[in-house]
């Protein structure tokens, strides 16, 4: 191998430990947070067909989506076809930038879901309508937290079918 490669490679290697060390410790933090102060984290309420649920978030993953952390619970919330779900967003989550992805499905079996997107202030709560002959069947909210190489995404999920 020539000097000139092995030169790249190592400064390559580098840049991968201190992104992975980035993402170590802003997970570490945020699951510290959780453990010492469960309500410190934003929430997101969801109401379908009569009944409420307070939400908090599923994941954090990095910014790309390349890698992914469970910190919380999937949450489910029946959601029955042909109804709306209602959700309100706590004020960190709605003064920000936020993004909505809601999945459908058809009786074939098919999945479908375009993400919404959300400036800050925008609003403190959404309805996701029914499709006509399409079943909801999940939401995730995406919450852009951390400045820098510590910047990554806080992820709530509903499932709803």
């Known amino acids: 191998m020539r000097a000139r490669t092995k030169k790249i490679v190592a400064a390559v290697s580098v840049l991968m430990v201190v992104a992975l060390v980035a993402y170590v410790s802003v997970l570490v933090v945020i699951i510290k947070n959780i453990n010492d102060e469960p309500d410190g984290l934003p929430q997101i309420t969801a109401y379908a067909h009569g009944r409420t649920i307070e939400t908090q978030p599923a994941g954090f993953c990095t910014i790309d989506l390349s890698q992914c952390a ?92």
């Open 70 to 161: 469970q910190i919380g619970d999937v949450y489910e919330l029946d959601v029955p076809e042909g109804y709306p779900l209602q959700l309100s967003l706590s004020k960190e989550v709605s003064d920000a930038e936020w993004a909505m992805l809601a999945v459908y499905e058809d009786a074939d079996g098919n999945q479908t879901g375009e993400p919404r997107f959300f400036g800050a202030g925008e609003s403190l709560a959404v309805t996701v309508e029914a499709e006509p002959e399409k079943q909801l069947v999940g939401v995730e909210i995406h919450l852009a937290v951390g400045e820098g190489s510590e910047q990554g995404l806080l992820i709530w999920s509903i499932k709803t079918a």
